[in-house]
């Protein structure tokens, strides 16, 4: 058979449209493999918050990348104020990778709080909850020897705390947290 001039001419701009679309996959192909990268992961085209802070290239075994994410800067940014990008890398190395994500979230409460507090940290609200805790077991203390006074000897039960709870309410709390019987 015999291809007239213009078949033969369909036939090339067929050809020429298929390169061109093939080349148009190719380079897809390849903006797609820089995205994802080799193992399918995603390419660190937006820096962890960790390297954007730093002024460094984020690499794809970057220590901080899976905890410190791009969207919430002002974490690593604390804990850098903090502990130190080097001693939070070394911290993070010597914990177990399973245990890891809690760590960062330990050491961004821990900065968050030290920034907050510079001179006692976590140790300001942990004597702060201590005396808290002393100040309930006295109020308790006093509530119990008072139903002994009204109630006599008997035995303690959930009736005789409900109302021991109800008269603490009637009663009232003030603003620093002690109780104020009126």
């Given at each position: 058979?015999?291809?007239?001039?213009?078949?033969?001419?369909?036939?090339?701009?067929?050809?020429?449209?298929?390169r061109?679309?093939?080349?148009?996959?190719?380079?897809?192909?390849?903006?797609?493999?820089?995205?994802?990268?080799?193992?399918?992961?995603?390419?660190?085209?937006?820096?962890?918050s960790?390297?954007?802070?730093?002024?460094?290239?984020?690499?794809?075994?970057?220590?901080?990348?899976p905890?410190?994410?791009p969207?919430?800067?002002?974490?690593?940014?604390?804990?850098?104020?903090?502990?130190?990008?080097?001693?939070?890398?070394?911290?993070?190395?010597?914990v177990?990778?399973?245990?890891?994500?809690?760590?960062?979230?330990?050491?961004v409460?821990e900065?968050?709080?030290?920034?907050?507090?510079?001179?006692?940290?976590?140790?300001?609200?942990?004597?702060?909850?201590?005396?808290q805790?002393?100040?309930?077991?006295?109020?308790?203390?006093?509530?119990?020897?008072?139903?002994?006074?009204?109630?006599?000897?008997?035995?303690?039960?959930?009736?005789?705390?409900?109302?021991?709870a109800?008269?603490?309410?009637?009663?009232?709390?003030?603003?620093?947290?002690s109780?104020?019987?009126?």
């Open positions: 058979m015999i291809k007239t001039c213009r078949e033969r001419l369909v036939d090339e701009v067929g050809k020429k449209i298929k061109e679309a093939d080349a148009a996959a190719d380079s897809m192909a390849r903006r797609q493999q820089q995205l994802l990268g080799p193992a399918g992961a995603l390419n660190r085209i937006t820096p962890c960790a390297c954007k802070l730093l002024r460094r290239r984020c690499a794809q075994e970057c220590p901080f990348s905890y410190f994410s969207h919430e800067p002002q974490k690593f940014a604390s804990v850098h104020k903090v502990f130190g990008a080097s001693n939070v890398s070394k911290m993070l190395m010597e177990q990778e399973s245990q890891r994500a809690d760590a960062t979230n330990s050491l409460y900065a968050n709080i030290r920034l907050r507090d510079p001179v006692y940290g976590c140790m300001g609200i942990i004597s702060s909850l201590q005396q805790v002393q100040a309930l077991e006295a109020e308790l203390t006093a509530c119990l020897g008072k139903r002994e006074e009204e109630y006599g000897d008997g035995e303690l039960n959930s009736s005789t705390l409900i109302e021991i109800c008269a603490r309410d009637h009663y009232g709390v003030d603003q620093s947290g109780h104020a019987f009126m």
